[in-house]
């Protein structure tokens, strides 16, 4: 499995972000790491793959061992969206030989006809 895209949109500390990692010209993924200071966001970009991973693995699978069937390695909450902000958005698309997902996450700190009519299409897409 491999990540090809990483956003994140007034999650904590990260206004704005997208990870597009690269790839050689053989299929090889080149290494991503990321760097930052404390509270700068990592653990929480990191948790975004690890949830999109375990969500990739509940549809192949009844039961994982590593979590139940409501957990996940980062609750949503409102407190996570950026001060100033009226939504965070994270989204992570993993492929695999044998498919992929795209994970997507909004939590809103107003209403849905709030956010639509401010946002119409939080990412851009």
């Known amino acids: 499995m491999y990540v090809r895209r990483i956003h994140i949109e007034n999650l904590g500390a990260i206004s704005n972000l997208t990870i597009e990692p690269s790839f050689l010209s053989d299929g090889r993924p080149v290494p991503v790491v990321l760097v930052g200071k404390n509270g700068a966001g990592k653990s929480l970009t990191l948790a975004i793959v690890l949830d999109a991973l375990t969500e990739a ?3 192949s699978f009844q039961q994982i061992p590593e979590v139940s069937q409501t957990s996940y390695l980062r ?3 409102k407190a996570y969206v950026r001060a100033g902000a009226d939504y ?3 989204e992570a698309s993993i492929n695999s030989a044998a498919g992929g997902i795209d994970y997507n996450e909004v939590v809103s700190r ?3 006809a709030d956010l639509s009519a401010r946002h119409p299409t939080p990412g851009g897409q």
Do not use: F, I, M, T
Request: proline content about 0%; hydrophobic content about 35%; cysteine-free.
């Open 110 to 112: 107003v209403d849905h």
């Open 88 to 90: 965070s958005l994270a």
């Open 75 to 77: 609750l949503s909450r």
């Open 57 to 59: 693995r509940r549809q």
